[in-house]
């Protein structure tokens, strides 16, 4: 799927808008279109874009604390603003709406794509349950097991999929990039930086070793 098929534009239209007319998860984040084409974008995407913001708001998958992370990483802070003008936004928007829920309990993130989820493994946060993405799921699907509170937020996520769609490569690398903190979750150790089980005189141990040892010594005992 195509930002040009989703706003509505002819192929001809959309073949003048450069690092736009692109895979939608492969949104440019180095270099903004032109001005034309981002006012073309403004009202093309603003309904997508403000139900996006209605996600940070409330801080669905721990968006806004991500995405306010990204203040305190130059490159990520760059790239956020760039995306987003080329989505048809103004960066000042989007950090507003971040803001204003990078403190809330993050909701739905067992709803999450799987490259967030993975993400969020590996800088250690746990409790995030199973995954379900976002591609050929219904409403009816991400609705299971949601509390009443969160199910409004169901069809936001609909509505705001093309948008996630192009952004999700940038959510999954600011995560990577920022180790947000995430409200209401558990941040434990980031994978492959757990310290090593050592015995009581302060010996590594190595459970694969031992493992060995053990079926060897089993083998022999026969």
């Known amino acids: 799927m195509q930002i040009r098929a989703l706003s509505g534009f002819t192929e001809d239209q959309f073949d003048k808008f450069g690092t736009i007319y692109s895979p939608i998860n ?37 968006l806004g604390s991500v995405i306010d992370s990204a203040k305190k990483n ?7 603003k760039v995306a987003w003008w080329n989505l048809g936004g103004s960066d000042p928007e989007l950090f507003s709406a971040a803001a204003k829920g990078k403190s809330k309990k993050a909701i739905l993130i067992k709803t999450a794509p799987q490259k967030i989820k993975d993400k969020l493994r590996q800088i250690g946060i746990s409790g995030i349950g199973s995954i379900i993405g ?46 947000p903190q995430i409200n209401g979750y558990t941040h434990g150790i980031p994978s492959g930086l757990e310290p090593p089980i050592r015995d009581e005189y302060g010996f590594k141990v190595d459970f694969k070793m031992l493992a060995i040892i053990a079926g060897v010594i089993y083998i022999l005992r026969k």
């Open 134 to 179: 976002l591609g050929g799921v219904s409403v009816e699907d991400l609705n299971e097991g949601t509390t009443a509170e969160e199910k409004p937020f169901i069809e936001i996520i609909e509505k705001s999929a093309v948008i996630i769609a192009a952004l999700i490569d940038l959510i999954a690398g600011t995560i990577g990039s920022t180790n």
């Open 74 to 80: 130059a490159a990520a802070y760059s790239a956020w």
């Open 26 to 62: 492969g949104i440019n984040t180095t270099s903004k279109i032109p001005t034309k084409n981002h006012n073309i974008l403004k009202v093309s995407l603003a309904p997508a874009r403000g139900f996006f913001l209605l996600l940070l708001k409330v801080n669905v998958w721990g």
